[in-house]
């Protein structure tokens, strides 16, 4: 079964903060994606990394980046935590082809006051 | 631009009734699109694909491209079909875009 770990599954920053969202996915999967997930809006991909250090923006990259080092872990950093970055942040992975199914962690509530 | 619109927010049946969740998208392209389904307390989980052309749950979808919709649809809603349901395109090989979600609300 794959498997894709999220390290907190709450987080509680204050403004300014440069925070690391941490993502571990363990099916070598390709493909790893950045979404935050808030009511009425649905899921909106922040970035997208199809290879190690490879990434692309997605719709919403604004104050977000991302670090790719290895191929299993992917991170989003928030450089300067503001109060409307307070979200659910979902990861996922894919491998690419034919399947091509996302694979969902549990998501990280984050909360920046 | 690739679009998915989910026009209801919140969807709610009672159990036993006929249940349909709309989907539309725009795409200039072959769609590749996808129901997923997230249950509370639960992480965000693929119910069906259209290639697939399966039945999981008791759930259909039929892609329509006259019409560029692939609504949900289960004949006999169940009180654990009360979830929030996400329809999404996948674009560019690798690459979604997710509509903004409906709720789905089985009452007994």
């Known amino acids: 079964d794959v498997k894709v770990t999220q390290s907190s599954r709450y987080l509680v920053k204050r403004t300014g903060e440069k925070v690391f969202l941490e993502c571990v996915q363990d099916?070598?999967?390709?493909?790893m994606f950045w979404y935050r997930q808030d009511p009425g809006l649905g899921l909106r991909l922040i970035y997208f990394?199809?290879?190690?250090?490879?990434?692309e923006k997605g719709d919403i990259p604004e104050g977000y980046s991302v670090s790719r080092e290895k191929k299993e872990r992917f991170s989003l950093i928030l450089e300067s935590a503001s109060t409307n970055q307070t979200s659910m942040y979902l990861c996922?992975?894919?491998?690419?082809?034919?399947?091509?199914?996302?694979?969902f962690g549990a998501g990280t509530r984050l909360s920046v006051l | 631009a690739q679009r998915v619109t989910q026009p209801e927010k919140l969807l709610s049946v009672f159990k036993g009734a006929p249940v349909e969740l709309k989907c539309n998208y725009s795409?200039?392209?072959?769609?590749?699109l996808f129901w997923y389904v997230q249950y509370s307390r639960q992480r965000l989980q693929l119910l069906l694909r259209?290639?697939s052309r399966e039945s999981i749950k008791g759930f259909t979808a039929d892609l329509n491209k006259g019409e560029t919709s692939f609504h949900l649809k289960k004949p006999f809603a169940q009180e654990e079909d009360s979830a929030m349901y996400y329809c999404?395109?996948?674009?560019?090989?690798?690459?979604?875009?997710f509509g903004s979600g409906t709720k789905l609300n089985v009452k007994p």
């Open positions: 996922a992975s894919s491998y690419p082809g034919s399947k091509n199914i996302q694979y």
């Open positions: 099916m070598d999967h390709e493909n």
């Open positions: 999404a395109l996948a674009y560019n090989f690798n690459k979604f875009y």
């Open positions: 795409y200039s392209g072959s769609p590749e």
């Open positions: 990394s199809y290879d190690v250090k490879m990434k």
């Open positions: 259209h290639i």
